[in-house]
Every structure is written in C-alpha cells, then in structure tokens.
C-alpha cells in the first residue's frame, strides 16, 4: 500500500522560487535569511515529494530541468492567489470587503436618510456588496433573527425577542394624510393643521399587523386617551399602501412626515396638534453581539450619518 506523499507547503515553494531565481542554493539561502544545508535539504524533500527532479547541479550552482521550469510558472502563479487571498480575507476581516443583506420598511426607505446612506456607504466602501430588499416590520425582523437579513430599518418595532437588539437612530414627528377633496379642507381657506379630536368620525386606513405594537398602535391608544376609538376601515401590511388608499379616497391616516409628497396630487398632509406624542423613529435591528466584518462598518456608518438627524442638524 502506497503512503500519500505530504501535502506541499507555500513555504516549500518560496523556497523554490528562491532558489530558482538565483540558480545558486548558498545565495537562495541567503536571500531567504536560513543557512544553506537545510535549504537543500527542503528542495530534496519538495522533489521527493513530486517525484521529479526540479533542478540539475552543476559546480557554479543549479539550473531548471523541464520540469522545474513548468513547476516554477505553476508555483508562482500559486503564490500569487495566496497572497491575494490574504490581501482579501484581511479586508474582510477590516470591514471593508464583504456582502451586508439589509431589510427597509417602506416608510424607512422614503426617508431620505435611508438612500443617502446607501450611496455614502457604497462611495466609502466600494467592496462592500449591500444586498437591499423591503419588507413589513414584522416580517423584516422575523428575516433578521433568523439570519436571512444582516440588519433592517424599521419604525416603531413590531415584535421583540431577546436576541434582537433595537436601536433608534433619530426621530421625526407624523402628519395627517387626507385625501385633497376631504370635506374637512373645504372653505374659504384650507386649515393649516387640525386636532386628532375632530376626526373620530373618520374612516381610518392603518398599517400594521392586527395585535401588534407599532405606530399605529399608539395612534389608537392616543385616540382613546382623547375619548373616541377610531373607525378602522382597512388595514395594510406596507405604509406605502395605505397613502395608496388614501390617495383613492378611501380614508385617511397618518404617516412620517417624510413621506409629505406622496401622491401629492391626491393627499393633503397636515400637522396634528394635539398628538405631539406621536412619533416615528428611525430603528436598527440587528442580532446582538454578531456584528461583524462588513456588517458592522455598515451599522457603524448608519450611526454616524443618523448623528445629524438626531440632534437636528440634518443637511436641507
């Protein structure tokens, strides 16, 4: 039974190389920085090893036999992808190599926030490969704890779970949506904003899933803390469907007030004043303790352009 023969190793074939470069094992060694009979020794292994003679000796040093020669362009090439591999894998391990799945809710995807940052993180790290989808909050954060998705953008969370870590980046107040021909907006002169009270007869159009926490769900415990409970007449998975409906005039709802311009033709956006309460934050969820590599210069990069927003001093 035949004994498999070593695996060769990018040393031995340094080795080689030296010693094919300088056709001279006493200056191989020295280049190499060892002493000469134990790189003799290493070349006398690496052709045991193949089975071939690599070099002819001669008196003035070495030279290539036909095998070498062929060994010489295959082990330099081999050389080279390892040292690229290495060059990869440390810019991997720097964050600045890598594919980041990130998830968008619809309303977190109008904010311009969201498409600057992807265009920041792409001029900063252009190896950086950012796989995008959109999905509810629901399903974002179920895709993200179950590690289809790196990180998301949401709104108010959906649903929580103990290896999720929730993290608002900033805040921004909501507006009302109306459709333009709402018989509230008629008269002389259209009103510049209107109270949560004066709309408990109204149809509302809300997004969220049925018993779960969200924006929404606060929007129904404030209008009950103002003494009414709220007409639902449709719930949407996607905030984006809901201006859809609203724009059809099949309701009205409220909404970030970075989606003001929606339908613009069709919606009439408006401030409440007595639902200062409300508030649509800007939330990363993530897996704790797991960001690593490209996925943590992302969310890393995320941090540092929210920082304006979160203190007011966001580019007009």
Same mark, same amino acid.
């Given at each position: &039974? ?12 340094? %080795? ?49 036999? $036909? ?39 619809s309303s977190a995807a109008a904010h311009r926030f969201t498409p600057a940052a992807l265009r920041e993180c792409r001029h900063r790290y252009p190896d950086i490969r950012l796989q995008l989808s959109e999905d ?19 709104? @108010? ?5 103990? $290896? ?16 333009? $021909?709402? +018989? ?16 408990? !007869? ?13 924006? %929404? ?21 996607? &905030? ?13 709802? @409220? ?9 613009? $033709?069709?919606?009439? %956006?408006?401030?409440?004043? !007595? ?6 934050? &800007? ?24 920082? +304006? ?8």
């Open positions: &039974m035949n004994t498999p023969s070593p695996a060769l190793e990018l040393r031995q074939l340094r %080795y080689f190389q030296a010693v094919a470069e300088e056709g001279h094992m006493t200056r191989a060694a020295a280049k190499l920085g060892m002493q000469q009979p134990p790189l003799s020794q290493q070349i006398k292994q690496l052709e045991q090893q193949l089975g071939l003679r690599l070099f002819e000796r001669h008196p003035k040093g070495v030279r290539l036999t $036909d095998a070498g020669r062929l060994f010489q362009a295959e082990s330099r090439q081999l050389l080279l992808d390892a040292a690229a591999l290495q060059r990869h894998m440390a810019r991997v391990a720097l964050g600045e190599q890598g594919a980041v799945s990130v998830g968008f809710t509810n909050a629901a399903d974002l954060t179920a895709a993200v704890l179950a590690h289809r998705l790196d990180c998301g953008l949401l709104r @108010v969370p959906v649903a929580r779970h103990e $290896d999720l870590q929730f993290e608002p980046l900033f805040s921004e107040g909501v507006v009302l949506a109306m459709p333009v $021909d709402h +018989p509230l907006l008629k008269g002389k002169t259209r009103p510049r904003s209107l109270r949560l009270s004066a709309l408990q !007869d109204e149809a509302w159009i809300l997004a969220r899933q049925s018993g779960a926490p969200g924006l %929404y769900a606060n929007l129904l415990s404030l209008c009950e803390a103002r003494g009414f409970k709220p007409k639902i007449a449709q719930e949407v998975p996607r &905030m984006m469907s809901n201006l859809n409906l609203v724009a059809a005039g099949a309701g009205i709802s @409220v909404v970030p007030a970075s989606m003001q311009g929606v339908h613009a $033709d069709a919606i009439c %956006y408006l401030p409440l004043r !007595d639902a200062q309460e409300l508030d649509a934050p &800007m939330t990363l969820v993530r897996r704790r303790g797991e960001a690593a590599g490209a996925n943590a210069t992302f969310i890393a990069l995320l941090r540092e352009l929210a920082l +304006p927003w979160k203190t007011g001093a966001a580019p007009s």
